[in-house]
C-alpha cells in the first residue's frame, strides 16, 4: 500500500533515512493528532547478496579501503514484534523526523531498505 500523503497509518510501511542508508518499519501507534507516531523496526532479508547465486546477485570489486559493491539491492521484509522501537513527530516545516539529537527524516508509505556497502 502506497500512502502519498505521507502520513502514518498504523500498519503500513516507513522509511527511515540515514545518510545513505535506508531502514524499514512498520507504523505501530499514531496519537490523535496524527502528529507523533512509533515505528517498529522490520526485519530486511537481502535476496541477492554477492553470494547469493541470484542472476542479479550484487557485485563486489576489490578497491578503496576494502572494495565495491554495485547493483541493486533486493529485499524482502517481515514484520518483527521484537523489532527496535523509535518515536517521530511531525515538525513546524511539514516533515517527519525521529525525535532525539539527530532526527533521521522519515517517509511513509511502501517499505524500503538499503545499506549503503561502500561508505
Do not use: C
Not at 516507513?14 to 493528532?33: E, H, L, M, R
Not at 530486511?44 to 557485485?59: C, I, M, R
Not at 527496535?84 to 517499505?111: I, M, P, Q, T, Y
Amino acid at each position: 500500500m502506497n500512502n502519498n500523503s505521507n502520513t502514518p497509518v498504523i500498519g503500513t510501511g516507513a522509511n527511515v533515512f540515514g545518510w545513505s542508508d535506508i531502514k524499514a518499519f512498520t507504523v505501530v501507534s499514531v496519537n490523535a493528532k496524527g502528529t507523533v507516531a512509533v515505528l517498529q523496526r522490520d526485519t530486511a532479508t537481502l535476496l541477492n547478496g554477492v553470494d547469493s547465486g541470484e542472476p542479479d546477485a550484487l557485485k563486489f570489486f576489490r578497491g578503496g579501503f576494502v572494495g565495491h559493491i554495485t547493483g541493486r539491492q533486493r529485499y524482502a521484509y517481515e514484520r518483527d514484534a521484537n523489532g527496535e522501537k523509535v518515536r517521530v513527530s511531525l515538525r513546524k516545516n511539514g516533515e517527519w523526523r525521529v525525535s532525539g539529537a539527530h532526527g533521521a527524516r522519515v517517509e511513509f508509505g511502501d517499505r524500503s531498505e538499503h545499506y549503503d556497502f561502500n561508505f
